[in-house]
Every structure is written in C-alpha cells, then in structure tokens.
C-alpha cells in the first residue's frame, strides 16, 4: 500500500459502498474536543486501499440513533462521495492525482482527513499552463488553480447574486489570464460602464462616442430591427421595400463594371445613406399608388429620425465621406495587433437601451465571423457580462438573432477559436443553451431557489455537499466546477487591490443622506446629462465605493 507520510487524522472506517459513495463509521472520538471541525461538509478525505489512495468528499454527516443522555453510545455515519484517486507505483501511478476510480474501496478500509500534502495533489494541474485565482476553502495555503486551454477551450460561466462578487471574480480571471497570457484577444461587453478602471491601460475602452460601428454592417434583420423596432414583423410591405433599396444601394457603392453577383442585402459592404435615400426618392417619385407611398413615407421618416438622434451618431455618423474600415474596426475590437492592450472593453451604458440587444447581435455575429475565416489563427475571448439581460429566456423578452449569434459561439466556437464567458446574476432567466455549453462553471452565493436548481442542473459534475452551500457562500467564495478545474471545489478569489476592482459598488445611502447634497447646480449637471445622453465622470461619478 502506498505510504504517504503526512500528518492526518484518522476517522474511521468503511462500512459501505454503493456506485460512487461509500459509507463511513466515525471514530468514538469525533465530533468535540480537539477534532472538532476536523470533520465537516465538503471536506476532503482520504481512503486507503490495498492499491490507492482514494479521494472524496464530505457530502453528509449523521447520528442515526442519538442518545438522549450525554454520555450514551452513538454511531456517527459520514457519507462520502468519490472524486478520484492515485495508484500505487506498482500499479503504474506516477504519484498525480486523476479522476475517476479503477479501484474502489472495501469494507472496513480506513479514512482520514487529507493534509496539505493530499489537498495539493488533488487541486494541481500538473503539465498543463494553469493560473492561481484564489485558495482552496478546506486549506487556505493550497492555492486554486484553473487550467487557460481547458478554462477558454469549452467556454466558462461565472454566475451569483447580486453583490457576490462576480465583477470582481471575473476581474481576477481575466487579469490571471493576461499576465500569462501578454497578446491575448479579449473583447468584453460592459453594460454598465464598470471595468474601465479595473483594467486601466491594459484595455483599449470603447464608447458610444468612440466607436464607430456603421450601419452598413448590419445585417437584414439587424437593421429592420433598428428602422422599425418590435413593429418590424408587422410591416411586410415596408420591409420588402428596404431589402430593395438596400441592396440597389450597396451595388450602387460597388460601382459599375465590377463583379457583383456576390454581394447580398446581408454582405457586409458598405452603402450610403444618402443613396439610400436618394432612390427612395425616385422611387416616390415613381409611385402612383397611394398603399405603397404610405409605406415609402414611413421608412424616409424613420430614417430621418434615427439620423437626427446623437444617440445613433456610432451607427449613422454626420461626415459625408464613406469608407470601407471594417479591418481596422476588426482590429480595434479583437486587438490586432495586440499593441500592449490584449482586451478590448465596450461601454454599452451610453448606447440607446432600444437597440443594445441589436448592437450585441452585430458584435456577436462579426466575432464569430471573424473566428471563423481567421480558422483559429486568432483565438478570441467574448465576455458577457449581465449575459441575461440580451440572451433571455424568454423568447419574447429579446432579440432573437442575438440569442442566436451567442449560441452559435457556445456550440461551434470551440472548433474555430472562439470562447464565451457568461456572466449572469439571474441564470433562471439565461437562454439555456448558452449555460449548458459552459463546461467551467463558477458559482457564488445564490439564495434563489430556481437560480439554484438551474445551476445543480447545469454542474452535475459537483456532489451535493458542495451544491447544498450555494445560499450560505461567503462573498468572492465560489463553488468551482467543470473542464477548468482538477475537481469540483470551494474556492475563494484572492482579494484585489481596491485600485483595481470594478466600479460595481452599492450607492452609499446611510453616508449620502447625513447631509442635504443636493443643489440647483447638481440638478442642471444631471439635466444636462440626461438631454445629452453622456455621463462625463462628474458630480454623478463621485463618491462611489467599489465592493465585491
């Protein structure tokens, strides 16, 4: 029997085995004095076999027969379920941890506690590039590592409640990943402007002022969906009419002479407005019936609308010169070339609350696109952050094409070199399909009894002992599970400095209410910010306190 000579303690012995748990009687002198605490839920523990050393987890602790005096005999049952094992170098082990069992315990077998020594093998990642994210919750001096190829390979999820600290959990991935990882390409969706700090001059930090992201690149629906709203499904006429128009517009821009049997009204190419508009002039022109200028009418006035509004300057920009950019707009939010700043960080807070699931779409779309005819010569990470709020459930809570253009990545990115990381504090209201193709999953605290049930669908990889500490984690502890990680585990984030968190924090309401801090000024500062659809980092700024 392999001899591992670290201290432990003896708990006592196996009395039964059924599938994947084993039934373990508790030494008389568990439970108080120096070994409390030694035994606790979702511990890890160690069995020896005639061939192994076995490793599982605390998933239960009872007293089947209580004794109602003090001193009475009782039986103290631990059930364990098994995670994996190391073989004896006689049996072809090599002294690493793998999961799975080959030889499974008998009866009367004896289990202790694992040590530092057993918590390290069973937690390492060996021969393969891993990054440090916190420490294991059993033993803090055994740090939590996650492997990038297996993390970023089959898509990851970091889900919990409100104040958990997933801003500040996916912060620290992201960071880990970086300082290994220098020329990564990271593109993160921020709806709620709150990494741009976090990262400082690592990222290049989009705007809606900053970004130019044209409506030439929209495909059909994309732009029905931005001219017409939730009343394009409704408009058959007025639709027919801009798929014409379009097209006649993007072949107009082609130029005559050249080859343009390729170019469709999804094609990626550039057109004008101003042709556009111009041959939905002629073709007012050239209406007699009164139906058909009705529907011409509505699609110039939409048009008209959207230009005037500076909330769609990103989509329709006021120069009259038009250029085909798409490369360097492909380099500016994939990073390429890297030039120092691997992650790209897109504000969507100043962006029109009617088209962001349309803007999430075209960026999704093009990710993949690109993913796609780059044939993995550019890995890409797409970052998700409140992933719910524009791949719902709900099938008519959304738009649909940006469901589909996430789900795309989620099921055949793998293959072309694109990853997908789902943030979620709601992920009972997330389109499954996009949670179950995360094969690492990181939950914080979740006292929703349905957000839970999601998750204990979605991780069944992780015992149940693990799963029940969903609702009492503390905040930055997690319950790690999946292709990422050595096994399932509970974790906890190493702390970032407070530079370097995500502005995610809670208003402080006690403090701001001490004193009246109100004024005509703040009210003009916050009209005028309000007409001009820009928050510029002022009085609305100050104060902030940044929490996990």
């Known amino acids: 029997m392999m001899e591992i000579g670290r201290q432990s303690h003896k708990l006592g012995r196996v009395v039964a085995v059924t599938g994947g748990q084993i039934i373990v009687l508790l030494g008389d002198e568990i439970g108080g004095g120096q070994s409390a605490g030694v035994v606790q839920v979702g511990h890890l523990v160690r069995i020896a076999t005639v061939r192994s050393q076995v490793y599982g987890i605390i998933s239960g602790l009872s007293i089947p027969m209580p004794s109602p005096g003090a001193d009475g005999p009782e039986l103290k049952i631990a059930e364990i379920d098994l995670l994996g094992e190391v073989l004896d170098v006689a049996d072809g082990g090599d002294g690493s941890f793998r999961r799975g069992i080959s030889i499974m315990p008998s ?48 898509h990851f999820a970091v889900v919990g409640t409100t104040g958990a600290g997933k801003s500040c959990a996916v912060t620290l991935i992201l960071k880990r990943i970086l300082e290994s990882n220098p020329n990564a390409h990271i593109l993160l969706l921020d709806p709620h402007g709150e990494y741009a700090r976090a990262f400082g001059d690592q990222a290049e930090h989009l705007t809606a002022e900053s970004l130019n992201l044209p409506h030439w690149l929209f495909n059909f629906e994309e732009i029905s969906e931005v001219v017409f709203g939730a009343e394009a499904r409704d408009l058959v006429a007025e639709l027919q009419s801009l798929r014409e128009l379009i097209l006649a517009a993007k072949l107009r821009f082609a130029g005559a002479g050249r080859d343009t049997s390729w170019i469709t009204v999804d094609t990626p190419v550039p057109y004008r407005m101003g042709d556009l508009v111009q041959l939905l002039d002629d073709a007012l022109g050239r209406l007699e019936n009164r139906a058909d200028r009705g529907s011409y009418l509505r699609i110039k006035s939409r048009l008209a609308a959207l230009q005037a509004d500076r909330r769609y300057a990103f989509m329709f920009p006021a120069n009259l010169f038009l250029v085909d950019d798409l490369a360097p707009l492909l380099g500016r939010l994939f990073r390429v070339p890297v030039d120092g700043r691997p992650l790209a960080i897109l504000d969507l807070a100043g962006m029109p609350s009617e088209v962001l699931n349309v803007v999430v779409s075209v960026l999704s779309r093009m990710a993949f696109d690109f993913a796609f005819w780059g044939d993995q010569s550019v890995p890409l990470l797409v970052v998700c952050e409140e992933a719910h709020r524009y791949a719902p459930k709900d099938d008519n809570a959304g738009f649909e094409p940006t469901k589909r253009a996430l789900a795309r990545i989620a099921k055949e990115g793998r293959k072309y070199g694109i990853s997908l990381c789902v943030v979620s504090q709601r992920p009972s209201e997330l389109a ?12 914080l605290r979740m006292t929703s009894h349905k957000d839970q049930e999601i998750i204990h669908a979605a ?58 801090g109100g004024s005509a000024s703040l009210l003009g500062h916050i009209v005028d910010c309000w007409r001009q659809q820009k928050r510029d980092g002022g009085p609305l700024e100050r104060g902030r306190q940044t929490v996990g």
């Open 459 to 516: 991780i069944l990889d992780a015992s149940s002992a693990l799963m029940a500490a969903l609702p009492s984690l503390g905040n930055a502890e997690a319950i790690a599970v999946g292709e990422g990680m050595p096994v399932p585990m509970r974790l906890r984030f190493s702390d970032l400095p407070p530079e370097e968190r995500p502005r995610s924090g809670t208003a402080p309401f006690s403090a701001r209410w001490q004193a009246d």
């Open 107 to 154: 009866l009367d077998d004896l289990v202790s506690t694992a040590d530092q020594g057993d918590t390290g093998i069973v937690y390492a990642r060996p021969n393969q590039q891993t990054v440090c994210i916190g420490t294991v919750h059993q033993d803090q001096r055994v740090k939590a590592h996650v492997g990038i190829d297996d993390l970023l390979g089959k």
């Open 432 to 443: 499954p399909s996009l949670l179950s193709q995360c094969n690492t999953v990181f939950a």
